[in-house]
């Protein structure tokens, strides 16, 4: 017997056999499929699974209705079917299918029961992968098991035509070949450069999906440098400056030393130039938190020190902003900035007048507190007293100052 998943390395989704089975698994006309089929045999963690099957949609959803699983119509257009098992796991249930006609983003397709005809629509020969959920066998059509051992990245057939039925295959060739690959496979990567400016024609929120996912992987730096010297970027993010990649792999490397997770708006922060950021996330359409990281992660760091620095901007983004200029991120990784232990009405009891005087003697007290390095309640007493005092004098100050008619 060939390679094979052996059925209880599913059993961390519960009730996902048995789903299976509804689908007549036992009888062949369901299968795992695609990234946790290809990750699985890679060893690799897998968040969720797929399953194709011969079965139509609506006979999908009449078999998990008659089982008492949760059938959500997600795409039926494109044959999916959102299975929920019981601990609410979402697990996507595709039809088999083969294409009609596309135009590089939307595809029409038509449904079969030929297991090798849904393979051979898919990108790369390890995503196109099938596991039988009783049986443990693999049916691969396209030698994606010998690609898989040698972790190169395959289009299936002709990379060209892969291509032209959908664009975003040239990012997501560069993102697996980032994430699992050893030598790049010159084929796909001809074809990727000779229609990079088809990426133009994708909807930015595609684009910016593929790439924040690539800039997280673990050869991020080499192939985002491997992209920019093919031109690949310039389609994508053309404000990428002559710097970008260095700043990139050196953020990478504090990263690492550091032992803080790779964070992909972190990284894209420091791929461009800090005046292209507000640009870039607007046409990426990027959240508007994350639009925000993205602008404040380049905005320097002051010189309040690095716990200064977090309790003015939080303690993420101030991570974000000490990597990006090379400075130790380590007192502020995961440190809650604390409150100022001491409020207004301290000040009013010391004899301010309520009002805009009271704010900003707060802040001068708070000013203190934080170049002191957060000293507790004790200190801060002592700091609204010699803050307070200080008020009150200069006060007193100007007002025997107006009386006496001097200047
Ligand atoms: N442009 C695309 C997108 C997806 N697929 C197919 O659909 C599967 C699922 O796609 P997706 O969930 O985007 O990726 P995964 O392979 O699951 O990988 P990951 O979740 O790690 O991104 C892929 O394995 C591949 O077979 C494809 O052929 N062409």
Known sequence: MGVTIAPDRWD???????LAMVLGADAGQARYVGGAVRDTLL???VADVDIATSH???????KLRDAGIKAVPTGLAHGTVTAVLASGQPVEVTTLRRDVSTDGRHALVAFTDDWREDAARRDFTMNALYADP????????????????????RFIGDPLQRIAEDHLRILRFFRFHARFGDAIDADGLNACVARSRDLMALSRER??????????????????????ER???????PEIDGEGCARLASLALREAAAGIAPDAIRRLAALLPPEASEGVGARLKLSNADRKRLIGATAGTGDEGPRGLAYRVGAAQAVDRLLITGQDPSTVVGWSPPRLPVSGGALVAR????????????????????????????????LADVVAASFLNS????ASSTSSGRP
């Open 56 to 62: 139509a949609p609506e006979a999908v959803i009449a």
């Open 207 to 228: 684009i910016a999906g593929e790439m924040l996912k690539l800039l997280v992987t673990s050869n991020a730096v080499e192939v985002v440098g491997l992209m920019v």
């Open 43 to 45: 060893g690799i963690p």
């Open 231 to 237: 031109g690949i970027l310039l389609s994508v993010l």
């Open 351 to 382: 004899g301010l007048e309520k009002g805009p005087v009271v704010a900003q003697a707060l802040r001068e007290v708070e000013r203190h507190w934080v170049a002191e390095g957060f000293p507790d309640a004790a200190r801060v007493d002592q």
């Open 395 to 398: 006060s007193s100050a100007s």
């Open 12 to 18: 961390a989704f519960a009730g996902l056999a048995d």
């Open 134 to 153: 009783a049986t443990g066998a693999i049916s691969d059509f396209f030698g994606g098991l010998a690609d898989l051992a040698a972790r190169r990245v």
